[in-house]
């Protein structure tokens, strides 16, 4: 993918939300960031599974 691919124009109601919800997300991160190592999970599930949430979040099911 090329830089292009990942510009986005938000305006600013939504560049709010975004902000609202990486400092929702951050302290979650943290957390499994930690727990990632001790629960085993490869780096290619971990990119799986957040494909699959990003696709889960779009379709809604």
Known sequence: MSQQ????????RQ????R?????????YEIFKGLQ?????SQKSYSFISKEC???KKTGK
């Open 37 to 41: 190592p001790r629960l085993g999970i």
């Open 20 to 28: 609202e919800k990486r400092a929702t997300l951050k302290p979650l």
């Open 54 to 56: 990003e696709c889960t």
């Open 15 to 18: 560049m709010t939300r975004e």
């Open 5 to 12: 691919d990942f510009i986005i124009d938000f305006g600013w």
